[in-house]
Nanobody, 122 residues
Framework: QVQLVESGGGLVQAGGSLRLSCAAS????????VGWFRQAPGKEREFVAT????????AYASSVKGRFTISRDNAKNTVYLQMNSLKPEDTAVYYC???????????????WGQGIQVTVSS
């Protein structure tokens, strides 16, 4: 069993930056791939980024590539999402999720955080 808690969200102006954290608890938390997903009002949940359990491989949605960076510190059981050059269209509830597969599909992730709001004003 893995529990996930997101933090670091909030309100920021366009062009600004935020860093989200996903703190994991559970004996085997560091052995899971972790993904970030987001859901805007009236839209489906979409993939943002994912990182292999080792931290050696990452993948990004085309809409955030070059602006967002995912990383992890397994000693702290924490995954980060550094978000730079934020745009109003990045506004959404952001979720972190843990799963055995390093993939973009949300259906393969077994454990989810409660979500955190990110709002980017124009």
């Amino acid at each position: 069993q893995v529990q996930l808690v997101e933090s670091g969200g909030g309100l920021v102006q366009a062009g600004g930056s935020l860093r989200l954290s996903c703190a994991a608890s559970g004996r085997t938390a560091s052995t899971y791939a972790v993904g970030w997903f987001r859901q805007a009002p009236g839209k489906e949940r979409e993939f943002v980024a994912t990182i292999h359990w080792s931290g050696g491989s990452t993948a990004y949605a085309s809409s955030v590539k070059g602006r967002f960076t995912i990383s992890r510190d397994n000693a702290k059981n924490t995954v980060y999402l550094q978000m730079n050059s934020l745009k109003p269209e990045d506004t959404a509830v952001y979720y972190c999720a843990a799963g055995r597969l390093y993939v973009a599909s949300p259906t393969t992730y077994n454990y989810w955080g409660q979500g955190i709001q990110v709002t980017v004003s124009s």
